[in-house]
């Protein structure tokens, strides 16, 4: 396994994720990780990640330097190679010329690190500072016009530095020159598969639960979904789910998940239709802050009793994932509540139940490999992101069963014409919205008075930044029309053009 050492750099997951691609286990941790415990952890290798600082800053963040008396292979990326610059007595510098951008790169070595490459390769750059004066021990083994030590190595030490970034696909054949790391100078080998994590993870749960009873609730997301799979695949009926229908589902959605746990993989599955419950309490409720807490306590409330009917529970389940538990060093200040989002957050506390997270460790791309390694339908593994309050933050105003069911039967035309167009797994959401807006239209001979649909499909990679698709004028000409004739009530759709920020991605 390897270590990354993360200085903060808005890419270090990436190192992680190429690195995982190749089949090798790895973990981030912060930079100021004590030696003990880097010790403990023995990798074969320690990745230092890029950063925002500059080594000679006030407050830079450095490791401590033992790590390079290790005697373990070290590869420094952009602010990891001056830092082991810093640290190993060379000499860093600003440059004149800040480097930004794609940029080609003469090789002077193609041993080791670069084996398999011709005399030139394409980078990625993004840096101020640059190596002035290589550390005693080290030559250069690429340059490019500004940057005379691309890449530097201490072929004894095995110490190698990078200036430029090989995680991003900006950088063509970044993972090769990663492989070669991982491969040839820190001898891993590729045996960290989706097989053997189901082997190990198998072995953990039975371990770590024995004859205990597991409660995990459904929401019909990937996460969730695949983690049930795979606590049944350990435990069997050990594992009880609960799948609370709240009446704000997508269509059929409910069908579906109770048909695909109960009759095609026979998890016990205790399915809770409550839809009357929600949409009682959420009468005459018009403010998103209020929906998403009506919507949370009642969830929590019904899931404990509904658990409690169950005897005695030892383990909740959560679908957490690695990119939640890995502890950042980012050095901005925690951001702003913009919206509060319903998840099953405080449920272990008050229900005194240990956790079992057993895809912890993956990434969600990961998790939707090992969903497809566990037997689960390309339906549920590339499901589309679906917020916890479900329809509700979509029906924009007062929640009624009437535009509830407008909004339904309008977001599932929506849905239905971008799989025909084979754009719904490369889309990160697409949906309708149901506006508390009437107009006229004109139907026949006959004047219309009806909702106005929004459609709102964007791309993002996770949810943080997202920006709206371009959807070919075909595709959004059948979805209106579509829905203006099929789905009683609407006699107009709007496309929604706004990126995030500064707008979000869900209406409400
Ligand atoms: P926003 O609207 O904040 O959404 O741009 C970002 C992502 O989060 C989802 N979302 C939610 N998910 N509970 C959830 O579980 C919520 O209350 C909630 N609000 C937004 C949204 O669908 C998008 O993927």
Not at 45 to 66: C, E
Not at 135 to 158: N, Q, S, V, Y
Not at 474 to 481: F, K, Y
Not at 482 to 508: F, L
Request: aromatic share 8%; net charge negative.
């Amino acid at each position: 396994k390897i270590l990354i050492l993360d200085f903060g750099s808005q890419v270090t997951q990436l190192i992680a994720r190429r690195v995982r691609e190749q089949s090798v286990y790895c973990e981030i941790h912060p930079y100021n990780i004590s030696l003990a415990r880097i010790k403990e952890y023995a990798p074969k290798g320690i990745i230092l990640s890029g950063g925002p600082s500059s080594v000679y800053d006030k407050d830079a963040p450095h490791s401590d330097a033992g790590v390079f008396d290790l005697g373990i292979p070290v590869l420094g990326i952009c602010y990891g190679m001056q830092l082991m610059t810093h640290q190993l007595g060379g000499r860093v510098e600003r440059s004149h010329k800040r480097e930004y951008g794609r940029a080609m790169m003469d090789l002077d070595d193609t041993g080791d690190l670069f084996s398999g490459f011709a005399a030139k390769a394409e980078v990625w750059m993004s840096h101020g500072d640059r190596i002035e004066e290589m550390p005693k021990g080290f030559h250069a083994i690429a340059h490019t016009e500004h940057c005379p030590a691309a890449a530097m190595k201490d072929e004894k030490r095995r110490f190698y530095g990078v200036q430029f970034h090989p995680e991003v696909v900006h950088t063509p054949r970044g993972e090769e020159m990663l492989g070669n790391f991982l491969f040839t100078v820190c001898g891993c080998q590729p045996t960290w598969t989706m097989a053997s994590f189901i082997e190990s993870a198998v072995a953990e749960i039975r371990a770590k639960v024995g004859s205990g009873k597991v409660i995990c609730a459904l929401s019909g997301g990937v996460d969730s979904s695949v983690v049930a799979v795979l606590i049944h695949r350990a435990l069997g009926d050990q594992l009880q789910c609960i799948f609370v229908n709240n009446g704000l589902l997508r269509k059929g959605e409910a069908e579906r998940v109770v048909n695909l746990f109960r009759s095609h993989f026979r998890i016990n599955l205790d399915y809770v239709d409550a839809a009357d419950r929600f949409l009682d309490r959420l009468a005459g409720v018009t403010d998103p802050e209020k929906k998403r807490k009506i919507i949370g306590n009642e969830f929590i409330f019904l899931f404990e009793e509904e658990a409690a009917k169950l005897g005695a529970v030892d383990y909740l389940a959560q679908g957490t994932l690695y990119p939640d538990v890995i502890e950042s060093v980012s050095t901005k200040g925690p951001s702003a509540v913009i919206k509060s989002h319903h998840n099953v957050g405080g449920l272990p506390e008050k229900m005194n139940l240990k956790l079992l997270e057993p895809v912890r460790e993956l990434f969600k791309d990961e998790v939707r490999l090992l969903g497809k390694e566990l037997g689960m339908p390309d339906e549920v593994i590339w499901r589309q992101p679906f917020p916890g309050p479900g329809l509700a933050i979509r029906c924009i105003g007062e929640v009624t069963r009437e535009r509830l069911d407008i909004l339904r039967e309008a977001d599932a035309i929506v849905l239905d014409e971008i799989r025909k167009a084979g754009l719904y797994r490369e889309i990160w959401q697409s949906f309708a919205v149901i506006l508390p807006v009437r107009t006229v239209g004109v139907m026949g001979d006959a004047r219309t008075y009806d909702y106005t649909v929004a459609l709102r499909a964007v791309n993002s990679t996770d949810g943080m930044t997202a920006d709206w698709v371009k959807l070919p004028y075909e595709v959004l000409g059948a979805i209106s029309s579509r829905i203006i004739n099929e789905v009683k009530g609407v006699n107009r759709v709007v496309y929604d053009i706004s990126q995030k920020p500064p707008a979000t991605i869900e209406w409400e």
